[in-house]
């Protein structure tokens, strides 16, 4: 089935640890995106990635970075900088990128909680 | 950005009751979508629908772009209809989805 697979779904870390959260799509969709949802807010954008080998700063990236070495694959990675990572993070993908992006498509979810 | 208001913020339905549920947004969109988010966290898209009306089963929506709002309509509610409903939205020139802050929906039996 298509979709949009991340992993781990639950995450503990202590704090001063990096780690890398999994995000694989094969939609074969050019746009990829990570957001972040804290309780009882919407979803806020960290980075996003509209090709390979290129990606943009969201209005919460601060503390994160990407990479995109395949169309399929988008990684982040919650590093020691940021100040309050335990979260609820969210991929996505879109057949394009912004601004006419077409539908946006979800996995389900990787909750990170720092100990 | 693009603001993003939704409302009413908590709805509490009797099972079988209907109910709308509203999105305004501040500026012109291209881009816009409704999405349920189960107890487990996942989002489900439910339409995507930048201008216009669509239907799907018990759930339809109408976006007027001209007057940047967006109706949510829910008939017959289950409790299975229970979760939060984000709208969000995207500009002819920026770079993201907008997202408002949902509608958390109960339906008790």
């Known amino acids: 089935d298509g979709g949009i697979t991340q992993s781990p779904k639950y995450l503990f870390r202590k704090e001063g640890q990096n780690v890398t959260l999994s995000c694989e799509q094969n939609?074969?969709?050019?746009?990829m995106y990570w957001y972040r949802q804290d309780p009882g807010q919407g979803l806020r954008l960290i980075y996003y990635s509209q090709i390979v080998n290129d990606f943009q700063k969201g209005d919460i990236a601060e503390g994160y970075s990407v990479s995109r070495e395949k169309k399929e694959s988008f990684p982040l990675t919650v590093t020691s900088a940021q100040k309050n990572p335990t979260a609820f993070y969210l991929c996505a993908s879109s057949i394009r990128g912004p601004p006419n992006t077409g539908e946006l498509f979800f996995g389900e979810g990787s909750r990170l909680t720092v100990l | 950005g693009i603001q993003v208001e939704q409302s009413p913020p908590d709805l509490i339905l009797q099972e079988g009751a209907n109910s709308t549920l509203r999105c305004n947004f501040s500026d012109s969109v291209n881009n816009l979508q409704w999405f349920h988010q189960n107890p487990w966290g996942q989002l489900i898209n439910l339409f995507y629908?930048?201008?216009g009306t669509k239907q799907n089963g018990r759930l339809s929506a109408t976006t007027v772009a001209t007057e940047r709002y967006s109706l949510l309509y829910i008939s017959s509610s289950q409790t299975t209809d229970s979760g939060v409903y984000f709208c969000a939205v995207g500009g002819n020139t920026g770079n993201q989805f907008y997202f408002g802050t949902g509608t958390s929906l109960t339906v008790i039996p």
């Open positions: 939609l074969n969709h050019d746009a």
């Open positions: 629908i930048p201008s």
